[in-house]
């Protein structure tokens, strides 16, 4: 007489339920830190490179696109101005735009003030109010170390040029920036700084590669009125 034997049983192989929670365990649990440390490797990096600069000057290239610009794609080219920007850190800031017309932006942290030469006038407005994104700039080619207590930041990844991306949305939030993008080179070299307003517009400033300047003037990131031009001070 023959013997029945029964098949033998695996133990412990998990089914198509059990695999799939076991995927999401993965993603859901493993995937934010590898974040957190990418997050920490860039922030860290910035940090390093810049924070023990004492002044420094960088060529830009600024690109102003409207919301409805923006919603056209990646190949419609905005507003487009070119100059330099000298920063001293924590809070002294002078862009001077080359072109298309010749305009200085001066702030010392507390007072920002706009010179318009071609309309002899200079618009003057409370930095606190008026000036974030200017504080943002030397605060971000001093290093950035505040990043986690004035941000919610988050790493991207690279993008197509292999960048490295950092989003930084402001906390607590700002009056009309929703987030602001930072993209590097992969030794932290500040490449270009994208802020996007709450309504879709985009500042996006290309940035060239810092150099180390010595000692500014003393009254270099002070802006005097010249001679027939009219002070008109906002609020």
Same mark, same amino acid.
């Given at each position: ?27 859901? /649990? ?7 440390? +990418? $997050?920490?490797?860039? @922030? ?7 924070? #023990? ?18 919603m056209l794609g990646g190949e419609v080219r905005g507003d487009l101005a070119s100059g330099r920007m000298f920063i001293k850190p924590p809070c002294f800031l002078r862009l001077e735009q080359e072109s298309p017309t010749h305009e200085i932006i001066v702030t010392d942290g507390r007072t920002l003030r706009w010179y318009i ?12 109010? /008026? ?7 030397? +605060? $971000?080619?001093?290093? @950035? ?7 919610? #930041? ?82």
């Amino acid at each position: 007489m023959k013997t029945r034997h029964s098949r033998p049983r695996p133990h412990n192989r998990p089914g198509p339920a059990s695999l799939f929670s076991w995927v999401l365990c993965l993603l859901f /649990f493993h995937g934010p830190v590898w974040a957190d440390e +990418d $997050l920490s490797k860039v @922030l860290d990096g910035i940090a390093d490179r810049y924070a #023990p600069l004492q002044g420094l000057v960088v060529r830009y290239e600024r690109e102003v696109i409207s919301r409805t610009l923006s919603m056209l794609g990646g190949e419609v080219r905005g507003d487009l101005a070119s100059g330099r920007m000298f920063i001293k850190p924590p809070c002294f800031l002078r862009l001077e735009q080359e072109s298309p017309t010749h305009e200085i932006i001066v702030t010392d942290g507390r007072t920002l003030r706009w010179y318009i030469p071609v309309k002899k006038e200079i618009h003057e407005y409370p930095a606190a109010r /008026f000036g974030q994104e200017m504080k943002f700039l030397t +605060d $971000l080619f001093g290093g @950035l170390k505040e990043a986690k207590k004035a941000f919610r #930041p988050s790493f991207k990844g690279t993008d197509k040029d292999g960048l490295i991306c950092l989003e930084l949305i402001p906390d607590p939030p700002w009056e009309q920036v929703d987030r602001v993008i930072v993209k590097t080179s992969s030794h932290f070299e500040i490449r270009s700084v994208e802020i996007r307003n709450t309504i879709g517009g985009i500042t996006r400033f290309l940035l060239s590669e810092a150099r180390e300047t010595g000692s500014f003037p003393a009254d270099f990131f002070h802006l005097e009125v010249p001679r027939g031009v009219k002070v008109v001070r906002e609020q």
